[in-house]
């Protein structure tokens, strides 16, 4: 079975470009989170779904961070316009739920704005 | 503010020695603790642990989550180069939410 697929897996943009980051969660997993992740601050969940639903999103940094979940195997983080302490990976994971509670992550997006 | 510390930040050891990662929780509706374990790419799954004392085990890992002190521990004994790694302690709360540690850093030299 194939796991969380993220893509693209790395991307280097100029500050000010628009960054569209994709999921696909495994399929069957109700709910779907970003997160990331840098040296300085760890994990951070940005947001995440149930049922394509946002649940939370009081991790958004600011209004330049959107997510979109359309349908249970597709959702998007877009950055516009990037900036520079925008770099980080991110990570997207999918847990079923009522499951373990386990997340599954995605092998992650190395965002670089230069 | 929910939180998850871990302790100490970075390790280094050397082959065959055991060692114990601390992580202690701070959150509302805590629900299970997880252990991830992080190398170059994606956290991938070592255990998660919703009641207290009962030990979780696989291989040279074992782990125990303390309900009322608010922690768990990760040993591993006999450990190899292939341990090296950042160990991530979470806590799942109520509404799927999961609330990261800054993570371990271990390093196991030959």
């Known amino acids: 079975d194939a796991g969380v697929i993220q893509s693209p897996r790395h991307e280097v943009t100029e500050m000010g470009q628009e960054v569209t980051l994709r999921c696909k969660p495994i399929?069957?997993?109700?709910?779907l989170f970003w997160y990331r992740q840098t040296m300085m601050r760890g994990l951070e969940l940005l947001i995440y779904?149930?049922?394509?639903?946002?649940?939370?999103d009081s991790g958004m940094p600011e209004d330049r961070f959107s997510a979109k979940m359309p349908n249970a195997s597709f959702s998007t983080l877009k950055i516009q316009p990037s900036e520079p302490r925008d770099s980080a990976v991110y990570f997207c994971a999918s847990s079923p739920t009522g499951g373990t509670g386990e997340l599954f992550f995605g092998e992650g997006s190395r965002l670089t704005v230069l | 503010e929910d939180k998850v510390v871990q302790s100490p930040l970075s390790l280094v050891v050397h082959e065959g020695d055991t060692v114990t990662l601390n992580c202690s929780y701070e959150v509302t509706n805590f629900r299970s603790l997880l252990w991830y374990k992080q190398e170059k790419k994606a956290p991938t799954f070592l255990f998660m642990l919703?009641?207290?004392?009962i030990e979780k085990k696989s291989g040279r890992l074992s782990s125990i989550l303390d309900k009322k002190e608010l922690f768990s521990i990760l040993n591993i004994t006999a450990t190899q180069t292939g341990d090296s790694a950042v160990y991530l302690c979470a806590a799942r709360l109520g509404g799927q939410n999961f609330v990261f540690g800054p993570g371990t850093r271990l390093s196991v030299l030959p």
């Open positions: 919703t009641s207290s004392g």
């Open positions: 779904f149930n049922n394509n639903v946002p649940i939370d």
């Open positions: 399929s069957g997993h109700n709910s």
